[in-house]
């Protein structure tokens, strides 16, 4: 017969089963040893040694420099990596991005390797036009108040254009998504003049600018304002009749159906527009500081060219890949903040 005590107390059985309960749930949840770890920093301790251990062929009269500093950083990166892969706990929060990136670690060493032996160590391919990785170390490091000036001035300039691109644009798709008589005036215009490349307006649009500057945020905004407009137009147009009947029966007034209604359902339209035009701003940016703006990293391009700094050039082409791609991952960042109402509802 079961007393009070029996259901208040642990089973003498359960009570012994707890701590093994408990430990399982801790090897359970303790991070793996992470296997792609090591082989990453194999690979890069493997770089660091080629690198100091053979021989630079000779490129003229001089060596390549920065050498053994490269050498160090890798050997550097595999010992951060070798820590990280027998002290999986050290990661923290960060774990699972780290270990989702060791493939990628692995075959950066290893196209380093190739990089490094095809250029320093046989010189297959031939200076200066393909210079190994430590020639980018030396870039870095003695020109990178000049690469910083210039992606500064590429990021202002990218800020405005896109900035007055988008907002036109985004006005032109709401009026034409919503008022049939701006359809008929606007739609033609973008139909006629949106598939025509940026850049083959420049020679004109320095006639009617009185500057490069001016000129290339004019450029990239209408590069950035085509896409836009047509997305955002084919967002308005693409909302449903009953959002706005039921809105409608409420009593709400011409202005809330477009600010509440209209607009907020197309917003995923408006990103992808912006996505778009992004590209033709990029594309826009480099042609127009290579081909009339005094600064900013197409103008650090055409100079190192002029020079025939091939190292130079390909350390911008890598700052230029990152910037890009970093102002790409910010708008994905907002886009994730202004259609968190949407989860759930929108996929992309």
Known sequence: ?????????PAPAAVAAAPAVTAARRTATAPAFWWTGLAAAVAW?????????????????????FTEEFALGSGAVALVLAVLAFVPGALGRAAPRVRKAGPWLVALALGFAVWEVF???LGTLPPPFFAPPQSL???????WARLLESAGASLRLLALGIAIGAAAGFVTGVLIGWSRQASYWIHPVLRILGPVPTTALLPVSFYFFPSSWSTAIFLIALGTAFPVAILTWSGVAGVHKNYYDVARTMGASPWF???????PAALPQVFVGLFMGLGAAFSTLVVAEMLGVKAG?????????????YP???AALIVMALLFSGVI?????LRDRVLSWQKGVVKW
């Open 312 to 314: 130079n050039m390909y």
């Open 45 to 65: 301790a493997a770089l660091g040694l080629v690198t100091s251990l053979w021989p630079n062929k000779p490129v003229g009269f001089s060596d390549w420099a």
């Open 297 to 309: 990293l197409g103008w650090y391009l055409t100079w190192a060219q002029g020079w025939a700094a």
């Open 329 to 333: 991952t910010l708008l994905f960042v």
């Open 1 to 9: 017969m079961s007393t009070v005590a029996d259901h208040i107390l």
């Open 137 to 143: 170390v030396e870039v870095y490091a003695t020109d």
């Open 257 to 263: 159906l477009v600010l509440r209604v209209a607009i």
């Open 119 to 121: 250029t320093a160590k």
